[in-house]
């Protein structure tokens, strides 16, 4: 609507030119008045087409002048301030224009504060623009423009659709905020893969300062190439395939560097035509629960590598991964506590720098070395937060300086015993402290290393226990072989000897029967120390057991004499004296020697000939040593043999029975009669019992052939009784193997029922040696048979070393002098001195004494002199034949 202002202005110029007609009467008055008439209708269509223009701009439109009033306004302006078209005259002042406003509910203020507003707005010649917020909910904004001459035009327009986009607007941002609350990662991207959306999370952790920077992007400029092109592929596979990929494992590698594992969601995007126009996706940080498996799994895996026996470095090695990979930045370390206790050994340090390992392979341990020499010297953890200014790391800084380490936490790993096993250690490039979580995993990481470490040592242990012997620690039979074969191969190759050296020490048996065990395995040790200090590093000192020790010397010039020069040496070291408590014992061996390769080219051999050798050494009466020759052989043969036989001795009734008269040596009377033992060999011939004693005793076959011989002897005498000869008792020698079996005292009973002989007939000859072996079970064995009746004597008496004190304890009726005295008794005076002094001994203890082995007048004389009771030897008689004593006690008789 226009308010008509053109024919308003135009009514002047009519009256002016009807004036002008009338006073100049020039031209014809229609002329004219058609000419106005044209131009009056020119002006009203541009005036029409003003008003029309005006009333159909959307927005209100005001003219004001100077004066505050009207010129003109649209129609839009009534409707916006829903004032009648006609209420809106131009001349109308602006407060009048507002009160209508104000009547009709459509202004923000009253018409003061409105017109306030409106003269401050007007006061410049800037434009304008501000929104008001009508009372019925709308929204105007007014864009007001001063004119130079202070009237004003302005616009209103009414935005409150606009307003309530802005809100759609303020909420699609609301939407972002929403999103950038939550933790995980949540993205929209478009059918290329590129990001369309991105929350915060997201961006921050792909090194982008706002969520917006992530716009466009695309994986392959976040990650490493295989990793987005791995993200791309699935993505395209949901794209393509249309199916969602649900909660799958995926890790990324953050700004930081460091992996992080996140449970992915990608879902396709489609519109409302169901077409597929991107992917929305989301992820879930997991890293925690996936650290915890990764720990949990390698853990498992680690114990299961501890028990089936893996190499300790890679157990470590393995362990110390599984540590870094838990965190960033963190390199772990082992060292092992050395042998000596006092250094420290490179265990596992997969990502620390070669050079630094190296380094501190064999750091001592101390008050004031690092954080690990320091740690394993408290026994408790060491935290070095800052390398270079901790005093403990004064003297180590130089060494850890290049290589950039700043922190080190170091504890120790302990035993279940509390000993301490070696070091862990932590270190980062960072000057800090282990947090909560790192304390822990340190915690672990040591127990875990405890278990390893300590199984390797138990089984280091039970491999030098299954290769060595455990008194002396020499290399056992097992690692013999091993040894000798290495050696024999380096000869091959560059044409050298290698020697085999079998070692038995002489009478050691004895020293063990007589002295302890205890003495004995000191022997042991000292002589098997010295042999080792004889030969170098590279030759091998073996432990067979018992005595017998086998040095395989290595890389040996090919000449028997330079060879024979280490043997005196070892011959020497062993034949040093030794201190068996009061004793000072010299040891000697009897020693036989193999050569690679004149005397064998397989360990077995060379072993078998060695040992044959060492055979021929004790014939040769010890002391001394053999280098093979073939013929040895034979006689090892020999001995195989001849074991063989004996076995079948007893089965074919090949043993018999000799016995030798005991004389009074006062009565000359013949009161007892030794069983001695023979063997009617079928092709040898008698064989004498020292021939074949040792190696039943050996086999045991004793204990058969000893039960026979009992059970023979109380036969025969039994039988002599019966026969009418005077009663005798009968001697049977009990060896050490027989003396030991559990029922020795039911083997006697037995040969005592079995031949109805009385036991005060039977004596039972033991050993000195064999008593002394285990004085208290002989001593109870031997009570037990005094408590049947049976009686004993000590045979071999003066060449073992009973005490006297334990003496006076043996219940035995006689002492036996051994033959070994007797033989020289006429001129050695050493021989006279013991015979005399177990003579007397004998007395004071009121035990008989008999001399074995008498064989001349002067011994009888002798002994007759010194008080000597009985006698045995072939002075009177040899050991004869059952017949034979008969003959002899009837003669005796007879005569
Ligand atoms: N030079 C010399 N020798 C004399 C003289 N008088 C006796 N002999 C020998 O000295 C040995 C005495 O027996 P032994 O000391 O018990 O020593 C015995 C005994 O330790 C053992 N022995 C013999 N028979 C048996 C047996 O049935 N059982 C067990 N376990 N050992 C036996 O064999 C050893 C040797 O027995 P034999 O060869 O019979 O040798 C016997 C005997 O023949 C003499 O005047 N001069």
Redesign the pocket.
């Known amino acids: 609507m226009g308010t008509k202002p053109s024919r308003k202005a135009a009514e002047a110029p009519e009256s002016a030119n009807l004036a002008a007609l009338a006073k100049l009467t020039i031209a014809s008055y229609e002329t004219l008045e058609r000419d106005l008439r044209a131009r009056i209708a020119t002006l009203e269509g541009q005036a029409l087409r003003f008003e029309t223009a005006i009333d159909n701009v959307s927005q209100g439109i005001c003219f004001f002048d100077a004066d505050e009033r009207l010129i003109l306004c649209n129609r839009r302006y009534a409707e916006i301030y829903h004032i009648a078209p006609e209420q809106l005259q131009p001349g109308l002042t602006l407060r009048e224009i507002v009160e209508r406003r104000v009547a009709a509910g459509t202004s923000t203020t009253d018409a003061d504060a409105y017109l306030a507003l409106a003269r401050s707005v007007n006061s410049g010649m800037a434009p304008k623009a501000w929104t008001a917020n009508l009372t019925d909910g709308r929204t105007i904004q007014v864009c007001h423009q001063p004119m130079p001459d202070g009237s004003w035009v302005a616009t209103h327009e009414d935005i409150t659709a606009l307003a309530a986009n802005r809100q759609i607007v303020d909420e699609r941002i609301s939407l972002q905020t929403l999103i950038d609350w939550v933790p995980d990662y949540l993205w929209v991207k478009d059918t290329e893969s590129r990001f369309v959306v991105a929350n915060r999370a997201l961006s921050v952790d792909c090194g982008r300062e706002k969520t917006g920077d992530m716009i466009g992007l695309t994986d392959f400029d976040l990650h490493a190439p295989e990793l987005a092109q791995k993200f791309r592929a699935v993505e395209q596979n949901v794209l393509s395939s249309g199916q969602p990929m649900i909660d799958k494992e995926e890790f990324v590698v953050d700004a930081s560097g460091a992996v992080r594992w996140f449970s992915s969601t990608k879902v396709p995007l489609r519109n409302a035509r169901n077409d597929i126009i991107g992917l929305v996706g989301i992820a879930h940080d997991i890293t925690a629960r996936k650290q915890a498996d990764i720990l949990r799994d390698g853990q498992a895996h680690i114990l299961e590598m501890i028990a089936m026996s893996a190499l300790l470095e890679d157990v470590l090695d393995r362990l110390m991964r599984l540590v870094e990979s838990q965190l960033t930045g963190i390199f772990g370390s082992v060292l092992l506590l050395d042998k000596d206790g006092s250094h420290l050994r490179h265990g596992g340090a997969p990502s620390l720098a070669k050079d630094y390992t190296t380094a501190i392979d064999g750091i001592a341990v101390g008050p004031k070395v690092g954080s690990c020499g320091t740690a394993v010297y408290r026994r408790e953890p060491v935290i070095v937060a800052d390398v270079m200014q901790d005093p403990l790391w004064e003297d180590y800084r130089e060494v850890v300086a290049p290589f950039g380490y700043r922190s080190c936490w170091s504890t120790p790993i302990l035993s279940h015993q509390g000993a301490v096993l070696g070091v862990f250690a932590m270190y980062s490039m960072t000057v800090r402290e282990p947090t909560g979580a790192e304390t822990r995993l340190i915690d672990f990481t040591t127990r875990i290393a405890g278990i390893a470490i300590e199984r390797k040592l138990a089984e280091d242990q039970i491999h030098f226990m299954a290769n060595h012997d455990v008194l002396t620690g020499l290399p056992n039979r097992a690692l013999l072989e091993d040894r000798l074969s290495q050696a024999l191969l380096y000869a091959q190759r560059y044409d050298r000897w290698v020697t085999v050296v079998f070692i038995d020490l002489d009478n050691f048996k004895l020293v063990n029967d007589t002295l302890g065990h205890n003495a004995g395995d000191v022997l042991l040790k000292t002589v098997a120390n010295r042999m080792v200090e004889c030969v170098r590093s590279t030759d091998t000192v073996v432990r067979l057991g018992g005595d017998e020790f086998v040095i395989v010397l290595f890389d040996q010039p090919t000449n028997v004499d330079l060879i024979s020069e280490t043997l005196q040496k070892i011959r020497a070291a062993i034949a040093e004296p030794v201190h068996l408590g009061r004793h000072r014992l010299r040891a000697t061996a009897s020693i036989g020697i193999a050569n690679y390769p004149k005397d064998g080219t397989s360990p077995d051999t060379l072993l078998a000939n060695a040992d044959a050798a060492m055979y021929r050494a004790k014939e040769f009466g010890r002391d001394n040593f053999q280098f093979y020759a073939p013929e040895f052989n034979t006689r090892a043969h020999e001995k195989f043999v001849l074991q063989e036989e004996l076995r079948n001795a007893l089965a074919h009734s090949e043993f018999i029975l000799?016995y030798?008269p005991q004389v009074d040596l006062r009565s000359g009377d013949v009161f007892a009669v030794?069983?001695?033992?023979r063997w009617k060999h079928p092709t040898r011939g008698i064989v004498?019992?020292?021939t074949f004693?040792p190696t039943a005793e050996e086999t045991g076959l004793?204990v058969p052939i000893?039960d026979w011989?009992l059970h023979e002897a109380c036969r025969q005498n039994k039988a002599w009784q019966d026969a009418g000869l005077p009663p005798l008792t009968v001697c049977?020698?009990?060896?050490a193997r027989?003396f030991r079996e559990p029922n020795l005292i039911g083997r006697v009973v037995n040969a005592l029922k079995d031949s109805g002989l009385e036991a005060r007939y039977l004596e039972l000859?033991v050993t000195e040696s064999l008593i002394m072996q285990d004085v208290e079970l002989a001593v109870a064995t031997m009570n037990a048979l005094q408590n049947l009746g049976v009686q004993i004597s000590i045979?071999?008496f003066g060449t073992g070393y009973s005490s006297l004190s334990a003496l006076k304890t043996f219940p035995v009726a006689r002492l036996k002098i051994d033959?070994s005295f007797i033989k020289d008794l006429a001129v050695d005076e050493n021989d006279q001195a013991v015979a005399s002094a177990v003579i007397s001994l004998g007395q004071n203890l009121h035990l008989r004494v008999i001399a074995?082995?008498?064989?001349t007048d002067d011994q009888v004389a002798f002994l007759r002199k010194n008080n000597c009771d009985e006698m045995?030897?072939?002075?009177f008689s040899?050991?004869v034949s059952a017949q034979g004593i008969e003959k002899l006690l009837d003669g005796k008789r007879d005569g």
């Open positions: 000799l030798q030794e069983a001695l033992l004498a019992p020292n004693i004793i000893g011989v049977v020698n009990v060896s027989q000859e045979d071999d033959k074995e082995g008498v064989e045995q030897g072939y002075h040899k050991p």
